[in-house]
Every structure is written in C-alpha cells, then in structure tokens.
Antibody
Framework: QLQLQESGPGLVKPSETLSLTCTVS??????????WGWIRQPPGKGLEWIGS???????YYNPSLKSRVTISVDTSKNQFSLKLSSVTAADTAVYYC???????????WGQGTLVTVSS | DIQMTQSPSTLSASVGDRVTITCRAS??????LAWYQQKPGKAPKLLIY???SLESGVPSRFSGSGSGTEFTLTISSLQPDDFATYYC????????FGPGTKVDIK
C-alpha cells in the first residue's frame, strides 16, 4: 500500500525558505512509471500545482513560482523535497506531496501539512 | 498559461438528484482532464482521468465527458457521501486546477 508523508516545519518566518520532505513507503521513488509532485492549497481556497520531479532528477515547475522553487529527489532515502524561498504570508497553505503515473494525473496523495508564514 | 473555469461555484442538491458540473479550459487540452473530489481536511481524491476514464474503485455513478475546451462531470444519483467540493484539472501543459464546485445539501 503506497503511502506518502509530508514533514517539515509548520511555521516559517517571512523572507525565509520553506523546506518540506515527502517520504514514500510501499513503493519505490526510482520507478520509471511515475512522477512525484508538490501541490498546495491556501486555507479556504483552491489547489495550485507547485512542481514535479522524475526519479532521474528532471524537474518541472509552475512558471509563477519557478524563481523560488527547488524540488529534489533522494532515491537512497525514498524521499523527495521542496524548497520555496523568500516566503510571504501568501505562501501559507496546506502542502501536499503526490504521485502520478505517466499519462495520468495525481492519483496518490499525502495527508498534507499546514505551513504558516508568520513572524 | 491554460486557465480553467468551473460552473456553478456552488450547487445545492438532494440525495438522488442528477448533478452536472461544467469545466472549461482557455484553450484546447484534448482529453487531458481530471476530476477530483475533496472533503474538508482531506486530500483530493482522483475520480476521473483522461476526461472520461473512471479511476479504479470510484463508483460508477460518476462519469466524465468532453474534449477540447468543454468538459462535464456527472453524478447520476447523488449519495450522502458525495457532498464535497469538486475540482477539474488540466494536464495538457503542466497542471492547472479549476476553482472548484461545492456540492451541498439542499
């Protein structure tokens, strides 16, 4: 049974870097059949795709966030990570990690973690 | 960028009703469209992919149709478990979600 679990600080100060990790269990992050991604949802609002990564390290970022986002993969730990720099209150959201098969959409999701940007 | 719109934004319905939600893309996305259901405090759940393919384990009362720029999600007979917010999402070019349609109890 595939499980994805987000972890990281729940509170980040403005202008600092938000860092989250997604730990994958019940499946290999090195599979060529899947992409891994981050999606966020501000409280009471809709969903926004942040970016995706393939096990090879190829990355794809939302153009509106590209200058601030870095997604990386650690196949030895079966994890992938998100870094979002220069955060503001507008980056306060529930952050989800997710997996999608090639040619399909986001099928498996973590439970989400709330990150609040505040001093 | 591809923009997605949904209508209505809120829909009040009763158990047993047939419910239809419309999603439109700002440019053609072929059939690269997914539908999700989200309940409060939970992650979204994939219902439909490639516009009309039912995800494994999803009840057959859910169906999707459309191609190009206009798509619909239909629930043939609304059940108590179906009261939730529904999002469409294109994956023709990166990923963009619609603003959501909340289905609540009439």
């Amino acid at each position: 049974q595939l499980q994805l679990q987000e972890s990281g600080p729940g509170l980040v100060k403005p202008s600092e870097t938000l860092s989250l990790t997604c730990t994958v269990s019940g499946g290999s992050i090195s599979s060529s059949s899947y992409y891994w991604g981050w999606i966020r949802q501000p409280p009471g609002k809709g969903l926004e795709w942040i970016g995706s990564i393939y096990y090879s390290g190829s990355t794809y970022y939302n153009p509106s966030l590209k200058s601030r986002v870095t997604i990386s993969v650690d196949t030895s730990k079966n994890q992938f990570s998100l870094k979002l720099s220069s955060v503001t209150a507008a980056d306060t959201a529930v952050y989800y990690c997710a997996r999608r098969p090639n040619s399909s959409s986001w099928r498996s999701w973590g439970q989400g973690t709330l990150v609040t940007v505040s001093s | 960028d591809i923009q997605m719109t949904q209508s209505p934004s809120t829909l009040s319905a009763s158990v047993g009703d047939r419910v239809t939600i419309t999603c439109r893309a700002s440019q053609s996305i072929s059939s690269w469209l997914a539908w999700y259901q989200q309940k409060p405090g939970k992650a979204p759940k994939l219902l439909i992919y490639k516009a009309s393919s039912l995800e494994s384990g999803v009840p057959s009362r859910f169906s999707g149709s459309g191609s190009g720029t206009e798509f619909t999600l239909t629930i043939s007979s609304l059940q108590p478990d179906d009261f939730a917010t529904y999002y469409c999402q294109q994956y023709n070019s990166y990923f963009t979600f619609g603003p959501g349609t909340k289905v609540d109890i009439k």
